[in-house]
T-cell receptor, first 115, second 111 residues
Framework: DVKVTQSSRYLVKRTGEKVFLECVQD?????MFWYRQDPGLGLRLIYF???????EKGDIPEGYSVSREKKERFSLILESASTNQTSMYLC??????????????FGDGTRLSIL | DAKTTQPPSMDCAEGRAANLPCNHS???????VYWYRQIHSQGPQYIIH???NNETNEMASLIITEDRKSSTLILPHATLRDTAVYYC????????????FGAGTRLTVKP
């Protein structure tokens, strides 16, 4: 079974803090993704990565950055946390084997509150 | 924005089959139909996907109409643990980052 592990289920931080959300997958997947999920807005893609040290902006990258130094690990960084970044953050991974027709597998999410 | 339409909610009796419909009338030839579910306070869980043939795995069956404009996810014997929001997603074959979740269907399995 694919396992995507997010370091924290719940996190409370203060405005202006630098926040790190960590994600690790154990299936040697090439692709990794960060989303946020908000009521009424569905899942929105923040950043994704197709390979080590590679990153691409998603639909809402402002205020975020990412790091992928190792294949299994993808970190999301909130440079200076703001209250509008309070949300559920979801990490996902997928393989590029078999011609790209592979599902994304998600972690259980980090519910982040910025006070 | 999502390219699928699903009913906002459905109920199902425990032990009965749950049939969840999805309309995707603008689907194109290289797009797959994926189903996920999300149980409260957890991340989305992959269920099944297909292109044009019906598919079955240990969790569910996926029935896609011949014109591919709609599909049905079938949970053959629903249990209380199947209570969740179910998402139907249309996704291009070679676009790994395109996961457009709509509002989904909230399925409630009742004893």
């Amino acid at each position: 079974d694919v396992k995507v592990t997010q370091s924290s289920r719940y996190l409370v931080k203060r405005t202006g803090e630098k926040v790190f959300l960590e994600c690790v997958q154990d299936m040697d997947h090439e692709n990794m993704f960060w989303y946020r999920q908000d009521p009424g807005l569905g899942l929105r893609l923040i950043y994704f990565s197709y390979d080590v040290k590679m990153k691409e902006k998603g639909d809402i990258p402002e205020g975020y950055s990412v790091s992928r130094e190792k294949k299994e690990r993808f970190s999301l960084i909130l440079e200076s946390a703001s209250t509008n970044q309070t949300s559920m953050y979801l990490c996902a991974s997928s393989s590029t084997r078999q011609g790209g027709n592979q599902p994304q597998h998600f972690g259980d999410g980090t519910r982040l509150s910025i006070l | 924005d999502a390219k699928t339409t699903q009913p906002p909610s459905m109920d199902c009796a425990e032990g009965r089959a749950a049939n969840l419909p999805c309309n995707h009338s603008t689907i194109s030839g290289n797009e797959y139909v994926y189903w996920y579910r999300q149980i409260h306070s957890q991340g989305p869980q992959y269920i099944i996907h297909g292109l044009k043939n019906n598919e079955t795995n240990e969790m569910a069956s996926l029935i896609i109409t011949e014109d591919r404009k709609s599909s049905t996810l079938i949970l053959p014997h629903a249990t209380l643990r199947d209570t969740a929001v179910y998402y139907c997603i249309v996704r291009p074959r070679y676009n790994n980052n395109d996961m457009r979740f709509g509002a989904g269907t909230r399925l409630t399995v009742k004893p």
